[in-house]
């Protein structure tokens, strides 16, 4: 790692460890700036789970949503990570701007157990495919890099974030 990007690392952590939105905004990278606003719901969250507004809120169930799909299978978020937000990450999709992940991940949560049971544990063989090819497209990014559409939501309710 070079001595450039340990410091790009510390500059984003600082501004994670203080909260600093003004900092946060002014990072241009779009990646940088999803990781810090992420990192910075996180901590709000885990300190006052009541205290995010609803476009934090929004952006944190989306974040969370997609490092799912990324790292295991959008069924850890929708049936481990946050069960009682499956149908709310749909809506939030929707107000960030990714409609077509809101309309796979509708299509995912109609898929569900309505007790709440595994979805494994009483799908078929045709549901089974059709999450996985759900999770896949999911994963894929159908409305673009998302980030990107974090940081457009952002920056359009940026009075919210702080």
Known sequence: MTEEMKNHLIQRD???KEQNIDALFALEDNSDFA???????ISRFEHNPEGLSAIQFNLFLCMHLENAGQADHILSFLQE???QQSKDVVNALKDTGAIKSAELIKQAVEFLSKDGSWFFKSADENSQT??????????????G????IYRKYAENNRSEIY
């Open 14 to 16: 600082k501004i994670v």
């Open 145 to 148: 890099t998302l980030r990107d």
């Open 130 to 143: 059709l999450m996985a090819k759900i999770d896949k497209e999911f994963s894929s990014y159908p409305d």
């Open 35 to 41: 990781i810090a606003l992420h990192e910075i719901l």
């Open 81 to 83: 990570w946050f069960p």
